[in-house]
């Protein structure tokens, strides 16, 4: 018994929190520019659709209104959908805020709630945006000189893909904190590319250092790797992109180590394709790196099936 | 095929043919796929490559001397990172428009591996002026190699040069797609690994007879 109750207030709770204003049922974002409400019952259509009636910001500066471009409400008189001039920027909440609403010659006074997306789905998007629908090497052709080099075999596509993929979530991680406390309160902000590239490239020299000293065996499997990531602009873009989309360290950690799984995956299935190329009988002018940039130009294609695909 | 003197004209030969940055050595190839699709793009990133590459091997020619062997990478990058911000901020203030377009490529001039490589294999050993025309050389060649596959890219996709329309059509819409880049860089290898068969048939003929 004990639990069922416990169950229904877990329940109501829920609820309440989800939906804190009871008119309105749900409401969520539409496409780029538009958000979408149902009431709980159908409003007056004159009211509803006046612009002047809605005052929209995002929840961090209210002062700043969002324009509206249009408001439809639907046959039904019960689903309302508001589009805007400019491109929603969704990783933030929206607040709603409408003066008054109708219905049935009922008048229910102002509505306020909040529009916002669930924040494991938002991790769940950058990370598999980050490792396959824009897969560094496939859609953005960024790393490509490192990706060439040590696509030839299996077995070194996967120590630079784990070596990679460990510093890649180390750097990111002391950049991200670096920028925040130092740079930002400094005011150093256009110091930031020689403050990343001198990050990794001190892990990378300090872990090359210790790792000789402590532990010669898997220096021997990854050491030859270490200095590869230096060279590798994905290196550098992932912190330029964590400021560049204002992360937060979470999705700084999720972001970086989506890329770093996206760098890994590309590099094993262009290892695999060489592997097979090698047997096979290309024309003398084409052998080597040029069929190998044909190839990958057939898995560029391929990853634009992913283009415009969103998660959430 | 190395170099024998290092006159000038030699060194910049080098870098605009037989150590061709993007079709010989395959290295920085990452601009060569992403941003090539404008002959302007190309032009721009050349210039900030070959800025880059000839002010950074003039440096670290300088204080070689100075660095220890054992940290020369990280002084390296730093000396880059250095001079890209400076070529960084100075576009970004006089061609804004451009280099929106170019974007974050700028910046990753940085991780370039052409750039770190040069300074690893010639300007840590060589004096100054030959380190300035071997970055000049270098730089160069990107530079050539970035506006031809730009010229390609931007006549074959969409009938202009320089923005200006050439052609009444748009003949081959396949190559303004971001991933031509990858057959583009493919086909111009080929073509590269093809003079040199041939070059090289015609020599052994000549030596035959």
Request: glycine share 8%.
């Amino acid at each position: 018994m004990r639990w069922k109750k416990f169950f229904l207030f877990l329940f109501l709770f829920l609820f309440t929190k989800a939906y804190p204003s009871s008119f309105v049922m749900k409401s969520s974002f539409l496409g780029k520019d538009k958000i979408f409400v149902l009431f709980a019952g159908p409003v007056d259509k004159k009211i509803a659709e006046d612009k002047g009636n809605y005052y929209i910001y995002e929840k961090p500066d209210p002062d700043i209104p969002l324009r509206i471009k249009e408001i439809s409400l639907s046959e039904d008189r019960r689903s309302l959908t508001i589009s805007f001039y400019e491109e929603l920027n969704q990783h933030v909440p929206h607040v709603v805020h409408i003066k008054n609403l109708i219905s049935e010659g009922r008048k229910i006074g102002p509505v306020v709630f909040s529009v916002k997306k669930s924040y494991a789905g938002f991790l769940l998007a950058i990370l598999i945006g980050a490792m396959l629908v824009h897969n560094f090497v496939f859609t953005k052709y960024l790393g490509l000189c490192v990706f060439f080099g040590t696509s030839r075999r299996k077995s070194t596509a996967i120590g630079m893909g784990i070596t990679f993929t460990i510093v890649m979530v180390c750097s990111a991680m002391i950049s991200w904190f670096l920028y925040h406390y130092v740079l930002v309160p400094l005011h150093l902000q256009f110091f930031q590319v020689v403050m990343f590239i001198g990050i990794v490239s001190l892990i990378v020299q300090a872990v090359d250092i210790i790792l000789r000293k402590i532990n010669p065996y898997l220096f021997k499997a990854f050491g030859i790797y270490l200095m590869l990531v230096l060279a590798n602009c994905v290196i550098l873009a992932v912190p330029l992109l964590i400021v560049v989309n204002n992360y937060n360290a979470l999705e700084a950690f999720i972001f970086s180590l989506g890329a770093g799984l996206g760098y890994f995956i590309a590099l094993f299935l262009m290892s695999c394709v060489r592997e097979k190329l090698e047997l096979a009988n290309v024309p003398p002018s084409y052998r080597g790196l040029s069929i190998a940039f044909i190839t990958a130009g057939l898995f560029g294609l391929a990853f634009m099936g992913f283009s415009g695909m969103s998660i959430f | 095929m190395p170099v024998k003197k290092k006159t000038p004209l030699n060194l910049i030969m080098n870098g605009l043919f037989n150590e061709n940055p993007i079709f010989r050595l395959a290295l920085s190839m990452c601009p060569a796929v992403g941003i090539s699709t404008t002959l302007m793009n190309g032009f721009l990133l050349g210039i900030a490559v070959l800025f880059v590459q000839v002010a950074s091997s003039c440096t670290v020619s300088l204080i070689k001397n100075y660095i220890h062997p054992k940290i020369r990478i990280p002084i390296y990058s730093l000396v880059i990172a250095t001079w890209v911000t400076v070529i960084d901020l100075t576009l970004s203030a006089y061609f804004p428009t451009a280099y929106k377009a170019v974007g974050i490529f700028i910046k990753l001039i940085v991780t370039f591996s052409i750039i770190l490589m040069r300074l690893e294999v010639f300007a840590s050993r060589e004096p100054l002026i030959p380190s300035f025309w071997d970055g000049f050389g270098m730089g160069l060649g990107f530079m050539f190699g970035m506006m031809t596959l730009g010229f390609i890219r931007e006549f074959l996709g969409a009938g202009t040069i320089f923005g200006h329309q050439i052609l009444p059509s748009r003949p081959l819409l396949f190559f303004i797609l971001p991933v031509a880049g990858f057959f583009c860089v493919g086909f111009m290898m080929a073509v590269y690994n093809w003079v040199e068969f041939t070059y090289k048939r015609i020599k052994e003929k000549r030596m035959g007879t």
